[in-house]
């Protein structure tokens, strides 16, 4: 099995591996991979650096950003395809492959489709999801990773397809969303990887996240902890030597200390409750990341190891 490791003794197994442990291959279908986790706790950087990672294991990587984010294109290495889905898009060319290419035309170009959309709850999500699984199956990738959409968005997303098939009873929408549903609920072709940050709010959703994603079905494979602060050393402190520093600096390392406890603890919560790999990456001393920064990430933590 191919491991990639992470700080300490243990390693990360990497979330593009087949529950096997084998690495996926174009040609039986691409592993698709869905980033989930709340907002502002660094998913499309992980999507970056899962992105570098399964580069360097030798795999042709798709990135799918939802409503064009364009950071993805900047942080994601060369020989990457980034490629951008917006609802709107991916209703229009389903459309198109249904046969009705003069209709949907006019309705993108009159703003109608929109409307069609919303009309229909759920069909914007599958779309989406339909055009996904539509890189996946096309033969040109290993693996298709999603940068998806926060979490209550995510989470809606991932049952509108159960959602549809409900009260769809024939028909074109329905063979979609069985489709759909067939690849999102295939261990060996789909699996989330949920992000979080050491903090008790983002974990506490993220937790409630990892409940919605196991209800609807879909695999979970593998944890991240972002922007994990350096401030472990702190804890090594004696009283005695906090004793010699001045009350405000020492008071100041106490709530350091009381914090990186926190985060532990919370980290901690969040291992338990995935019961899959975690990796935790560290903070970097820098307000904008870059591509450059994700590489030296993905070489220190999804650097490959012998098993």
């Known amino acids: 099995m191919v491991k990639f490791a992470m700080s300490g003794d243990s390693n990360w197994v990497a979330p593009w591996l087949l529950p096997d442990g084998t690495l996926p291959r174009a040609e039986r279908g691409a592993r698709v991979l869905l980033v989930l986790g709340k907002g502002g706790v660094g998913r499309t950087t992980t999507t970056a650096l899962l992105a570098h990672g399964a580069q360097a294991a030798g795999l042709k990587v798709l990135v799918v950003a939802i409503d064009g984010k364009s950071s993805l294109h900047r942080l994601c290495p060369d020989g990457v395809d980034v490629r951008s889905v917006s609802a709107g898009s991916a209703l229009e060319d389903y459309l198109l492959d249904q046969g009705f290419g003069t209709f949907a035309r006019r309705l993108a170009q009159s703003g109608v489709i929109e409307v069609v959309g919303a009309a229909a709850p759920g069909i914007h999500d599958l779309v989406v999801l339909g055009k996904v699984k539509q890189f996946a199956n096309a033969g040109q990738h290993d693996v298709v990773i999603l940068d998806a959409p926060a979490t209550g968005h995510a989470t809606s997303m991932l049952s509108s397809v159960a959602g549809l098939l409900e009260i769809v009873e024939g028909g074109p929408i329905r063979e979609q969303a069985l489709d759909v549903q067939r690849l999102l609920l295939d261990r060996d072709r789909c699996a989330a990887v949920v992000v979080t940050k050491a903090e008790t709010t983002p974990v506490n959703e993220s937790l409630e996240l990892v409940s919605a994603v196991r209800d609807v079905g879909v695999g979970l494979s593998a944890g991240v902890v972002n922007a994990v602060e350096p401030d472990g050393d702190l804890v090594g402190l004696s009283s005695r030597e906090l004793k010699m520093l001045s009350d405000p600096l020492a008071t100041s390392i106490r709530a350091a200390v009381a914090r990186h406890q926190r985060s532990l603890d919370d980290t901690e919560r969040f291992i338990q409750a995935l ?15 870059a591509e450059e920064d994700l590489a030296n990430l993905a070489l220190r933590h999804l650097g490959q190891t012998d098993s």
Do not use: E, M, R
């Open 275 to 289: 019961q899959v790999s975690v990796l935790q990456v560290p903070k970097l001393p820098t307000a904008d990341l």
